[in-house]
């Protein structure tokens, strides 16, 4: 064995918040891991994503506060400042995209972190070449155990003719802003388009979002789109859907123009490309163990496992880009890898959340999703306004809980929980559709007045004759429903 080759018993490759959990609970236990990451470790959500985009969604909430105090509390003066924002973000959340904190943790666990990018090259090999700017020759790690691969996503950027070769934004670029533009074009109306479209809106930019789909927030319910593009509109932001892009131009003097098909040209000085995200599954040598490379996403078990002495977590298995996702996927690997008593992957219930204002909280399957699935489904939606606690919010009470049905199993296959702390209603309907609690025991609880979450009980009554499809279970009801 040279200098560059290393017998472990694990190796994980990609550090984001998946991967680091796995290497560092492992390497805890006593194995011998080691952590390959070419970038930062903790990956995308400490530093380009969760952690602080919501800082900046947290500081545009508090300028829309504000501005929600006449007529309810008095009167108030809102003055924008990026300034504090930006720099939380730089010395609060990223230590200014320095991992050292997060590296230091897991080599405290035991760990051998490897700077660079990890390759499989062989069942149980992993060859690893230095990151950008670092010397060194190739390592060989060699797996007794197995590989994790957790390497996550990047942006998916679109062939758009003339977008190649400009400075348009990726979220990394819009998290690191030091300064609001005084325009900005979002390409892309899904979560991360929409959370940032509005963030920046609310700090002075002129914001036009374009989403190809026909609403905002295409994965989710139609309401949750049509409810987001009406409050953009009152907000200023202004929105085109059903139309995907044809062109895109830049010059220094003039900034972007992004052309849609059929002509229309919307210009801003700033384009945020948010039109999804990617695995490269050829980058991490997949095929060296048996896994087709052109898929989109790597195929896995209910154990996380891909092939023989491999797993996989977080965005690259295509079951959810969410950091809890990752997190979830972690520790059913950990466990299987230390022959532990643990859980089966399940993704009947998997819960996601849009933090824009209102938020958009949402778990199962959307009624569409379930209609496609074969269920014989039934639907209710309340407005959050007509809910005693949305009534006494008033300012900013947009929102609305919808709840979906399996008539069949009796169930709710899916819900959204739209409005004020929509991410946190969502809580209550994750619970019974993980659970699979029968509406009927839905229908029995005592919910606390006034609160937002009484809205699931209001929503509830809806499931009724009364509620939008029909059940099998109508025709038993049906006496009782004449009498």
């Not at 295409?218 to 085109?240: T, Y």
């Not at 499931?463 to 499809?469: A, D, I, S, W």
Request: with cysteine; hydrophobic share 40%; aromatic share 6%.
């Amino acid at each position: 064995m040279t200098d560059h080759e290393q017998d472990l018993d694990v190796v994980v490759i990609g550090m984001g918040p998946g991967g680091e959990h796995t290497a560092g609970t492992l390497a805890e236990a006593g194995l011998s891991v080691a952590g390959v990451e070419g970038r930062l470790v903790g990956g995308e959500c400490p530093y380009w994503g969760c952690v602080p985009s919501k800082m900046m969604i947290r500081a545009g909430d508090l300028l829309a506060e504000g501005g929600r105090i006449p007529g309810m509390a008095g009167r108030a003066e809102v003055h924008t400042d990026w300034a504090p924002v930006a720099r939380r973000i730089r010395d609060e959340a990223t230590d200014n995209w320095d991992d050292t904190v997060a590296a230091d943790r897991f080599t405290g666990l035991g760990g051998i972190l490897v700077r660079g990018h990890g390759r499989i090259t062989a069942p149980g090999e992993v060859t690893v070449t230095p990151a950008a700017g670092r010397d060194g020759a190739p390592q060989v790690l060699r797996a007794r155990r197995g590989i994790v691969i957790a390497t996550g996503t990047k942006p998916a950027v679109p062939p758009i003719p003339g977008l190649a070769g400009t400075p348009f934004w990726t979220n990394h670029e819009a998290i690191e802003a030091e300064r609001v533009p005084e325009s900005l074009v979002v390409l892309g109306g899904g979560a991360i388009g929409a959370e940032l479209a509005q963030v920046f809106a609310r700090f002075g930019s002129r914001v036009t979002v374009a989403e190809g789909a026909d609403r905002l927030l295409p994965l989710e319910e139609p309401e949750a789109g049509d409810l987001l593009a009406r409050v953009f509109g009152r907000d200023g932001i202004a929105v085109r859907t059903g139309r995907p892009a044809a062109a895109v131009a830049w010059s220094p003097a003039s900034g972007f123009t992004l052309t849609l098909d059929g002509g229309e040209e919307l210009s801003g000085e700033a384009l945020l490309v948010a039109t999804g995200r990617r695995a490269d599954l050829a980058a991490v040598g997949a095929g060296a163990v048996g896994i087709d490379e052109r898929l989109r996403a790597i195929p896995v078990d209910d154990q996380m496992r891909a092939a023989p002495g491999v797993w996989a977590l977080g965005d690259i298995t295509g079951k959810g880009a969410f950091t809890h996702m990752s997190m979830y996927q972690a520790d059913i690997i950990i466990n299987d890898i230390l022959d532990r008593d643990g859980w089966s992957a399940e993704y009947h219930a998997v819960p996601r959340v849009t933090f824009t204002d209102p938020e958009i909280g949402a778990v199962g399957l959307t009624e569409r999703e379930a209609r496609e699935r074969g269920l014989t489904v039934r639907t209710s939606v309340k407005q959050v306004p007509e809910t005693a606690r949305g009534w006494i919010h008033k300012a900013g009470n947009d929102g609305f809980i919808k709840l979906v049905e399996d008539c069949d199993r009796g169930v709710l296959a899916g819900a959204t929980s739209a409005g004020p702390w929509g991410g946190e209603v969502l809580g209550a309907l994750a619970v019974a559709v993980h659970a699979a609690v029968p509406v009927r025991r839905l229908r029995e609880m005592i919910y606390a007045y006034p609160t937002f979450h009484r809205g699931i009980e209001d929503a509830l009554a809806g499931l009724g004759p009364q509620g939008r499809g029909w059940c099998p279970c109508d025709e038993a009801r049906a006496p009782q429903a004449l009498a």
